[in-house]
Structure formats: C-alpha cells, structure tokens
T-cell receptor
Framework: GENVEQHPSTLSVQEGDSAVIKCTYS??????FPWYKQELGKGPQLIID?????GEKKDQRIAVTLNKTAKHFSLHITETQPEDSAVYFC???????????FGKGTTLSVSS | DTAVSQTPKYLVTQMGNDKSIKCEQN?????MYWYKQDSKKFLKIMFS???????INETVPNRFSPKSPDKAHLNLHINSLELGDSAVYFC??????????????FGEGSRLTVL
C-alpha cells in the first residue's frame, strides 16, 4: 500500500524566514496530495492541495510543488509568522483513491 | 454550526472496559473515516465508510467495531480496552467524487486515556 515519508520532523525558523517541508510517496497511482495544519488541541485542517496533473500551486504565502517522476512533493511557506507554528502533515491518496495516507508530521516553530 | 462533531472530547477509563465515541457530520458528505493519532502525532487510518458501507478496514483489532446507522453518522465502539488504545481518535468526512478522495474535514478529536 501507499507509504508517505515526511521530513524534517521538527523545524525552527525565525519570523520572516521561509520554511520548506518535503514528502515522498511510494504509490505511482496516487493522484491527490493535500497538506494539513494541526493546531494544538484541534483537528487537522486543509491548507493547500495539488492534483497530479499540476506541478505547482500557490495560495498567498503558501505553495506546493509536485514532482510525479521522482514521487515527491513539498510545502513552501514564505514570510513565516508566529501563528504559522503548528504541526503540518502531508498526505497522498491511496491506490483506490478511497482514503488519505498521512506522513508523520512536521512540528514547525516560528519565533519572533 | 460544527461541520464534524464527535463526542466525548475526553474519555478516561479502566483497562478491560467497553467505550463508544460518536461522530456526526452535517456537510452532506458520503464518506466518513476514523483516524487514530498516537502520542507521536502519527495519523493512521482505521476505517472508512461510504454511504454506510465499509470500504476500508486497516489492520485494526476486532475489538474495534465501527457502526454507521446512516451516512451522516459513524460511531466507534471499542471492547476490552487496552493501555495501547490510549490515543486521540479523529472522525473525518469527505465527498468521494470521480477523482477519488477529496478534502477531509476533521472533527476536534476524542482523547481516550486507558488506565
């Protein structure tokens, strides 16, 4: 089945810096790659997603890139702010397209 | 109005007991899920139901039994609780379109502590 690897597990940056989180997946049939943000005590929330027919997508300070050949995708956050501090999860759809398989998460800390 | 609501939010119980967590979504989605988040924050899928039918049952002990009375509800019953069952359980829902799984909407989680 699908396996999603996520790096790094923790990331500390200064306010205003950029943060990059990388994920790789194993199943070439996966076609949907979302990113979720989880704040303390809450459920994960979608922040951006990309489908396999697109190489890059941007939404204000957040961008995601996808390389289907290499089976990896990345989240880029520019001009980080303290409120960006949270756990970020990448995910990939399973082969049947019936569920999302999550990476192990990255704890991002943005200090002011 | 909460989109995906689950109760209870906290549950503390003794080993060997049986407990249930309830989940309801008002988004009109056709697919609901249970995910388990362990102490290391790892989110692992347990079950998925589409229109009340079980479509995913990952290697979960049969002490865990999901029940979907209708497509807006997916409850999780756990028998003979063990220490390793302590975790946060998240319910989620999505619309299963032609492109497959779409955005998951998660509940706030139910923190289960087994003593």
């Amino acid at each position: 089945g699908e396996n999603v690897e996520q790096h790094p597990s923790t990331l500390s940056v200064q306010e205003g810096d950029s943060a990059v989180i990388k994920c790789t997946y194993s199943d070439s049939a996966s076609n949907y790659f979302p990113w979720y943000k989880q704040e303390l005590g809450k459920g994960p929330q979608l922040i951006i997603d990309i489908r396999s027919n697109v190489g890059e997508k941007k939404d204000q300070r957040i961008a995601v890139t996808l390389n289907k050949t290499a089976k990896h995708f990345s989240l880029h956050i520019t001009e980080t702010q303290p409120e960006d501090s949270a756990v970020y999860f990448c995910a990939a759809s399973n082969q049947a397209g019936t569920a999302l398989i999550f990476g192990k998460g990255t704890t991002l800390s943005v200090s002011s | 109005d909460t989109a995906v609501s689950q109760t209870p939010k906290y549950l503390v119980t003794q080993m060997g007991n049986d407990k249930s967590i309830k989940c309801e979504q008002n988004l009109g989605h056709d697919t609901m899920y249970w995910y388990k988040q362990d102490s290391k924050k790892f989110l692992k899928i347990m079950f998925s139901y589409n229109n009340k039918e079980l479509i995913i049952n990952e290697t979960v002990p049969n002490r865990f039994s999901p029940k979907s009375p209708d497509k807006a509800h997916l409850n999780l019953h756990i028998n003979s609780l063990e220490l390793g069952d302590s975790a946060v359980y998240f319910c989620a829902s999505s619309h299963m379109g032609l492109a497959g799984a779409g955005e998951l909407f998660f509940g706030e989680g139910s923190r289960l502590t087994v003593l």
